[in-house]
């Protein structure tokens, strides 16, 4: 079998082929050579013209990737005379209290801040008073942390980076599921080390893709979102960037197999979809879909809630778990996810009419009375409905 390592280091990926070298190499090892500007200029990633830490083009597949580089430009910088500093060495002049004044007056006449990151200059040369702007954090800065949580073992820790991680925290169902979730994956479950690999954002800039490797072995790709200019991890994907856009066939492709009832096939293949795309609330749905098709009481409740643990919004898997709830005659918890439909769509008949029915068998009847009449108000021939107003007669 042919090895994807890199042909320098011989043990990051291999992403490119190095027209300087003539072997594919990954990107960490294109860094420690492009930034001398010393590549073929017809290769898409030699740094192209410009002076000192000035860049005018070039190409990266990740910001870490472009800021890797710029530290590599900053460090080579650091080492060799600047005329602007009538020739002298920035290292050297750090040493001194009037070199680094020097340094600092250098700075704050000149606008790097499009180029580079003047923080790192600031660490590096020990430039304490040099004044630096706030940095704000990028999709590829919120996904590293989110998996070095993962990876010190903070499995709840991690929520705070992930899009509905405020609504799991505050359901003990949602975060016991989230947990047991992570622990069985057999990518994050056993994570050691990640690297990033690529990433990619969409034309309005809110949501970006970040494709890593996982103990130098597994391909994993992140959706993180932008939320109230922050960034959160919305979903995984358990593969690289390419197999996002496939979801959706996949889900045609069960619907297709339980439209015509082939639960077995159907349940063959969401065990495959499932491992490439752990966090489609869809596919769970699904699952729970088949469990309740199979009579399958335990797995239709443990799908139907995932389902709504990775999308609070699905009005569907919302009130097939109260359904759930409601035939285990939980009939209090099952009001609330009923609830929680018709607060997203106030007229679900169905929902209307099992809370109708929960608050005939709580004695509640002008609360019962209310829902029926909403109900009838949508659907005045719902046939379920007709039974329900049976029953309010006879209790009465």
């Known amino acids: ?71 590599n430009l900053m460090d080579m910088w650091m080492r060799l005379p600047q ?9 050297e002049l750090s040493r001194s209290e ?24 600031k660490r590096k040369l020990d430039l304490k008073e040099l004044e630096v702007g706030m940095k704000k954090e990028s999709n590829e800065d919120a996904g590293n942390k989110y998996l070095s949580l ?9 929520l705070a980076f992930h899009s509905n991680g405020d609504e799991i925290r505050s359901d003990p169902e949602w975060l016991e599921d989230h947990l047991s979730q992570l622990k069985g994956d057999k990518v994050l479950g056993k994570i050691r080390e990640f690297k990033i690999i690529s990433s990619a954002m969409s034309e309005d800039r809110n949501t970006g893709l970040v494709f890593y490797e ?11 979102v932008r939320k109230a200019e922050t960034w959160k991890v919305a979903s995984r994907y358990n593969g690289k960037m390419e197999i ?24 063959e293949l969401l065990g495959k979809y499932i491992m490439l795309y752990p966090d489609s609330s869809d596919l769970y749905y699904y699952q729970g879909v088949i469990s309740s098709m199979k009579g399958k009481s335990k797995g239709t409740k443990q799908s139907f809630l995932r389902a709504i643990r990775l999308d609070p ?25 009923y609830k929680r439909v018709l607060a997203i769509e106030p007229e679900e008949v169905k929902s209307l009419n099992n809370l109708a029915a929960i608050y005939i068998d709580l004695k509640e009847f002008k609360t019962a009375e209310e829902y029926i009449n909403r109900c009838k108000s949508v659907e005045p021939e719902y046939e379920p409905l007709m039974a329900n107003i049976k029953r309010l007669k006879e209790n009465k």
């Not at 010190?152 to 991690?158: F, I, N, Q, T, V």
């Open 214 to 224: 996982i103990n130098s072995k597994y391909d994993l790709c992140l959706k993180i």
């Open 1 to 71: 079998m042919k090895s994807n390592k890199c042909k320098i280091c011989k043990v990051r990926r291999q992403q490119r082929f190095c027209l300087r070298k003539g072997m594919d190499i990954c990107w960490e090892c294109c860094n420690n050579m492009r930034y001398d500007r010393k590549c073929p200029v017809e290769c898409r990633y030699s740094v192209k013209t410009g002076e000192g830490l000035q860049i005018s083009k070039t190409n990266a597949d990740s910001l870490t990737e472009y800021k890797g580089l710029i530290e």
């Open 313 to 337: 919004g699905f009005s569907e898997a919302l009130y097939n778990y109260g359904l759930q709830l409601h035939l285990e005659g939980d009939i209090q918890h099952a009001a609330d996810y």
């Open 244 to 267: 996002v856009n496939g979801e959706n066939e996949a889900l045609r492709h069960i619907a297709v197999l339980i439209s015509k009832n082939e639960l077995s096939q159907a349940v």
């Open 83 to 91: 005329d602007a500093l009538d020739g002298k060495i920035p290292e």
């Open 150 to 158: 993962l990876l010190a073992g903070d499995l709840e820790g991690s």
């Open 98 to 121: 009037e070199g680094r004044s020097k340094l600092i007056n250098y700075f704050n006449n000149t606008d790097l801040s499009k180029y580079i990151d003047i923080s790192y200059i």
